[in-house]
């Protein structure tokens, strides 16, 4: 019998390892044959060469693209782009896989899938149809959406868009956020063994935070991250496990002013350049609140019922939950909003949060439309006109 052939296309961390149980699921499947391609920040010594993790964790990389990341400006990272796109269509060229699969909104994806579209490749995608309108994410996002054949999406609302951009109803599948499987199937750490695993004592009061760059321009504030630090200082009896900001353009500036602010309390404050993702959400299910501007506080923490203190513009207009506090990143909101978040009668009222799709089977679902979808004619697609009334 003859395997169909799944490429999953992973360029970071955070995407992996919403991407796991479904390579899981793929991999168990005797009628699957699993590709992986690892690029982007995977490759990278400075991010923490995260592909030896998808390697630790059972997964044979059938290619490695290089990008050569070597700096994070708008040039460094177009002229990136080009390369991934040159390796990519020597990947495709030797895998031929079936259907590839991309997550997000993500431009080492944006590349990929280009890559596809002209190998005449199905591309499933996954998060499609949100809106994150303080980052050229949204842009990708939506232009992934348009070059891809399958949709998985988390939420009904994210389905109307997706269509609403002239896809056809009968591809879009409302399917859950994959990184719920992880807080349903993983084996969290207790506190203990994450504190060991860091090597930090956390205690029963602290905070995780991420902070990342917010790439569309008019919405970048210069002194956000140090207005972060300050509010945080406000609150000496929690400590701080920081993770490290992304590849995109400005991080590598971010995550120097972490290193300084970490250096300067050491025994308040613990960085991790990747945590991945069983220590990260173990730490989610212990801290007291996450704090900073990641879509992680947006999806993952609610379903702890924990708050999270959502900083800027980066995560504007995506769906929310009663967890979530928007606050501008000045001193005073960020404060503010940290107060409520530790207040007895916030943690109260998020204490009754109930989230769908926590049944531990989005990827079941994605994998078995994979599996079965009929590929004849797949890559085609027509414009669906949209109607209010379909």
């Given at each position: 019998?003859?395997?169909?052939?799944?490429?999953?296309?992973?360029?970071?961390?955070?995407?992996?390892?919403?991407?796991?149980?479904?390579?899981?699921?793929?991999?168990?499947?005797?009628?699957?044959?699993?590709?992986?391609?690892?690029?982007?920040?995977?490759?990278?010594?400075?991010?923490?060469?995260?592909?030896?993790?998808?390697?630790?964790?059972?997964?044979?990389?059938?290619?490695?693209?290089?990008?050569?990341?070597?700096?994070?400006?708008?040039?460094?990272?177009?002229?990136?782009?080009?390369?991934?796109?040159?390796?990519?269509?020597?990947?495709?060229?030797?895998?031929?896989?079936?259907?590839?699969?991309?997550?997000?909104?993500?431009?080492?994806?944006?590349?990929?899938?280009?890559?596809?579209?002209?190998?005449?490749?199905?591309?499933?995608?996954?998060?499609?149809?949100?809106?994150?309108?303080?980052?050229?994410?949204?842009?990708?996002?939506?232009?992934?959406?348009?070059?891809?054949?399958?949709?998985?999406?988390?939420?009904?609302?994210?389905?109307?868009?997706?269509?609403?951009?002239?896809?056809?109803?009968?591809?879009?599948?409302?399917?859950?956020?994959?990184?719920?499987?992880?807080?349903?199937?993983?084996?969290?750490?207790?506190?203990?063994?994450?504190?060991?695993?860091?090597?930090?004592?956390?205690?029963?009061?602290?905070?995780?935070?991420?902070?990342?760059?917010?790439?569309?321009?008019?919405?970048?504030k210069s002194?956000?991250?140090?207005?972060?630090?300050?509010?945080?200082?406000?609150?000496?009896?929690?400590?701080?496990?920081?993770?490290?900001?992304?590849?995109?353009?400005?991080?590598?500036?971010?995550?120097?002013?972490?290193?300084?602010?970490?250096?300067?309390?050491?025994?308040?404050?613990?960085?991790?350049?990747?945590?991945?993702q069983l220590?990260?959400?173990?730490?989610?299910?212990?801290?007291?609140?996450?704090?900073?501007?990641?879509?992680s506080g947006?999806?993952?923490?609610?379903?702890?019922?924990?708050?999270?203190?959502?900083?800027?513009?980066?995560?504007?207009?995506?769906?929310?939950?009663?967890?979530?506090?928007?606050?501008?990143?000045?001193?005073?909101?960020?404060?503010?909003?940290?107060?409520?978040?530790?207040?007895?009668?916030?943690?109260?009222?998020?204490?009754?949060?109930?989230?769908?799709?926590?049944?531990?089977?989005?990827?079941?679902?994605?994998?078995?439309?994979?599996?079965?979808?009929?590929?004849?004619?797949?890559?085609?697609?027509?414009?669906?006109?949209?109607?209010?009334?379909?």
């Open positions: 019998m003859t395997k169909r052939k799944i490429c999953v296309i992973t360029g970071t961390r955070a995407e992996y390892g919403l991407l796991y149980w479904l390579m899981k699921e793929i991999q168990a499947d005797e009628s699957l044959q699993l590709q992986i391609v690892a690029t982007g920040t995977h490759l990278s010594p400075e991010f923490g060469l995260t592909y030896k993790n998808i390697e630790q964790d059972g997964f044979k990389i059938d290619e490695k693209v290089e990008m050569l990341l070597s700096g994070d400006t708008h040039v460094a990272i177009t002229k990136s782009m080009g390369v991934e796109l040159i390796g990519f269509a020597d990947v495709f060229d030797r895998l031929k896989p079936d259907i590839a699969v991309v997550l997000g909104d993500r431009y080492e994806l944006l590349t990929a899938v280009a890559a596809a579209l002209i190998a005449n490749i199905p591309v499933a995608h996954i998060h499609g149809g949100e809106i994150t309108e303080g980052a050229i994410d949204d842009s990708i996002r939506h232009s992934i959406t348009k070059m891809a054949q399958l949709h998985f999406v988390s939420i009904a609302e994210h389905r109307r868009r997706v269509i609403q951009m002239g896809e056809n109803p009968e591809r879009v599948y409302e399917v859950g956020a994959t990184g719920f499987d992880n807080i349903v199937k993983l084996n969290l750490l207790s506190l203990k063994e994450l504190e060991d695993s860091v090597n930090f004592l956390l205690g029963d009061k602290f905070f995780l935070v991420t902070y990342h760059p917010v790439t569309v321009e008019s919405y970048q002194d956000a991250l140090l207005n972060l630090f300050k509010a945080l200082d406000n609150f000496e009896d929690y400590k701080v496990l920081i993770t490290k900001s992304n590849g995109d353009v400005g991080g590598r500036n971010i995550n120097k002013k972490i290193d300084e602010y970490v250096a300067n309390q050491p025994n308040r404050i613990c960085c991790s350049t990747s945590l991945g220590r990260y959400l173990s730490a989610m299910k212990y801290c007291t609140a996450v704090v900073g501007n990641s879509s947006i999806w993952e923490t609610p379903v702890f019922k924990k708050p999270t203190v959502n900083l800027g513009a980066r995560q504007k207009n995506r769906h929310r939950e009663i967890s979530i506090i928007d606050c501008d990143e000045n001193f005073d909101s960020i404060k503010s909003a940290i107060e409520k978040s530790i207040s007895k009668e916030f943690q109260e009222k998020i204490s009754t949060l109930q989230i769908p799709y926590t049944d531990g089977m989005v990827a079941v679902r994605i994998k078995d439309v994979l599996k079965n979808i009929p590929l004849e004619n797949l890559f085609r697609k027509k414009f669906f006109d949209y109607d209010i009334n379909f």
